[in-house]
């Protein structure tokens, strides 16, 4: 039997895919990403292709390293065939995760209008439309970009980190410094959900994903799904499209 093996490297973490076909065999997270690494997730498991996803614009030697376990290694660019139709405007600057994670979109909710929101390090903001296009997003700083530029930017107000558990019962205002900053963050991108929601047409899906969704999910009082896995069920769609055409 041959699996499939996506790789999503986010700015500090590379999160790992093993597929049998389209179904989820396991996952991973590496920091770094090393083809030791891999090889030991992957196992005696025999490959049949992989992809790779990067948020950095260099190609990095680990795609190379990666053919001793497949012949067949691709790194993922708006130009590959894509089940997917691209309306953004520059699609050489369009970044690999956010094409995965609205081919993710399409998997998770075929057939719908879905407004993406990948709360990371940034925050992006991307709409697809029913038939499967993506016609454009925004990008935002993310919660802990937020509260650094707020200590960078100021004279008194402190360096923060986000604390591991949020409740959401807690009222929406802070009482001190610290848990005005914070709630000021979270409610900001909450808020700006919210928004873009508003603007779209009704039926509009909300998917939220990225490892700081979990702050956020609780804060919004409209219906919305979230989807950890989004952009490696994406990488894994777009990688069944090329080997099936």
């Not at 500090?12 to 389209?22: F, G, H, Q, R």
């Not at 067949?72 to 699609?91: C, D, E, H, W």
């Not at 700083?141 to 960078?152: A, F, I, W, Y």
């Amino acid at each position: 039997m041959a699996y499939f093996l996506t790789i999503d490297q986010g700015n500090s973490v590379a999160k790992l895919a093993l597929w049998d076909d389209d179904q989820p065999i396991a996952h991973t997270c590496l920091a770094p990403l090393t083809a030791t690494g891999v090889a030991n997730f992957v196992g005696d498991r025999r490959l049949q292709a992989a992809l790779y996803c990067s948020v950095a614009t260099d190609v990095p030697a680990i795609v190379d390293e990666l053919n001793a376990l497949s012949h067949n290694v691709t790194r993922l660019t708006a130009q590959m065939p894509l089940p997917l139709k691209i309306g953004y405007r520059s699609p050489c600057s369009l970044g690999a995760d956010r094409v995965a994670a609205a081919v993710g979109a399409m998997a998770v909710c075929p057939g719908e209008q879905s407004l993406v929101v990948d709360i990371g390090t940034a925050v992006t903001y991307d709409v697809v439309t029913a038939d499967g296009t993506f016609i454009g997003g925004n990008i935002a700083p993310g919660l802990k970009m937020r509260l650094d530029s707020l200590n960078r930017y100021t004279a008194r107000l402190p360096l923060l980190n986000l604390p591991d558990h949020i409740d959401s019962s807690e009222p929406m205002l802070g009482t001190d410094t610290a848990s005005a900053m914070i709630r000021g963050a979270l409610h900001g991108i909450a808020g700006a959900i919210s928004y873009y929601l508003s603007r779209l047409d009704a039926g509009t899906r909300v998917i939220l994903t990225g490892g700081d969704a979990r702050f956020i999910a609780p804060l919004c009082n409209f219906d919305l799904r979230v989807e950890e896995h989004l952009v490696d069920i994406g990488l894994n769609r777009i990688l069944l499209y090329n080997e099936n055409r």
